[in-house]
């Protein structure tokens, strides 16, 4: 079972690929959500205030997918889908590339834009520092605290990574662990049938 992804560490460097006067920045980000996605172009567009095309595509989630390109403008898939196909060349995920142009006063033909934009997003690529990480499953753990010896040996027998946790008479810790290891922790606490644990995602 894979239990692992490729994304990007942080914000890549700015690239610029040119092409007949036209120029094209590349810009390469980590994102988790929509809202990450839309800050990144708004400001981008706040930057790039007299280029005319802010073309990208994005793509979020490690089961289950979602992905959007956009073309901004450009003739319909010469930008977007470009810019799309880097990202899944590259085989990453939770990432959003945006390319700028502006425009240099020559045509570049369908052949000509869906290479700018291909080779800028490329090169951002390039620029950024791409790592794996682990696709992980979350537990919520609840227990009375006498119970708190058999719990917190579990956790670290199986290495499980604690997120929160709330002492009290009721206990609860919230813990994490890559996904293949997953089912093993669930029968590591089975004997311990007045501890409760609930498989978030």
């Given at each position: 079972?894979?239990?692992?992804?490729?994304?990007?560490?942080?914000?890549?460097?700015?690239?610029?690929?040119?092409?007949?006067?036209?120029?094209?920045?590349?810009?390469?980000?980590?994102?988790?959500?929509?809202?990450?996605?839309?800050?990144?172009?708004?400001?981008?567009?706040?930057?790039?205030?007299?280029?005319?095309?802010?073309?990208?595509?994005?793509?979020?989630?490690?089961?289950?997918?979602?992905?959007?390109?956009?073309?901004?403008?450009?003739?319909?898939?010469?930008?977007?889908?470009?810019?799309?196909?880097?990202?899944?060349?590259?085989?990453?995920?939770?990432?959003?590339?945006?390319v700028v142009r502006y425009f240099g006063?020559?045509?570049?033909?369908?052949?000509?834009?869906?290479?700018?934009?291909?080779?800028a997003a490329r090169m951002s690529l390039?620029?950024?520092?791409?790592?794996?990480?682990?696709?992980?499953?979350?537990?919520?753990?609840?227990?009375?605290?006498?119970?708190?010896?058999?719990?917190?040996?579990?956790?670290?027998?199986?290495?499980?990574?604690?997120?929160?946790?709330?002492?009290?008479?009721?206990?609860?810790?919230?813990?994490?662990?890559?996904?293949?290891?997953?089912?093993?922790?669930?029968?590591?606490?089975?004997?311990?049938?007045?501890?409760?644990v609930e498989e978030l995602s």
């Amino acid at each position: 079972m894979t239990d692992t992804y490729k994304t990007i560490a942080e914000k890549a460097p700015e690239v610029l690929f040119k092409d007949k006067s036209s120029k094209f920045y590349g810009y390469a980000f980590p994102v988790v959500d929509e809202e990450d996605i839309k800050e990144q172009i708004e400001a981008l567009k706040i930057q790039h205030n007299s280029a005319r095309h802010h073309c990208y595509a994005w793509q979020i989630g490690t089961g289950k997918i979602q992905y959007r390109a956009n073309d901004d403008g450009e003739p319909s898939n010469t930008a977007g889908m470009p810019i799309y196909g880097q990202i899944q060349s590259f085989d990453i995920t939770n990432v959003l590339i945006v390319v700028v142009r502006y425009f240099g006063g020559i045509k570049l033909g369908v052949g000509g834009l869906i290479n700018a934009y291909r080779t800028a997003a490329r090169m951002s690529l390039e620029a950024a520092n791409i790592v794996e990480k682990t696709i992980d499953t979350r537990f919520l753990i609840t227990f009375e605290y006498k119970n708190m010896n058999n719990v917190m040996r579990v956790i670290k027998e199986k290495k499980l990574a604690i997120e929160s946790q709330k002492m009290e008479l009721s206990c609860e810790i919230m813990a994490s662990i890559r996904k293949s290891k997953a089912e093993q922790v669930k029968q590591a606490f089975k004997p311990f049938y007045e501890v409760k644990v609930e498989e978030l995602s």
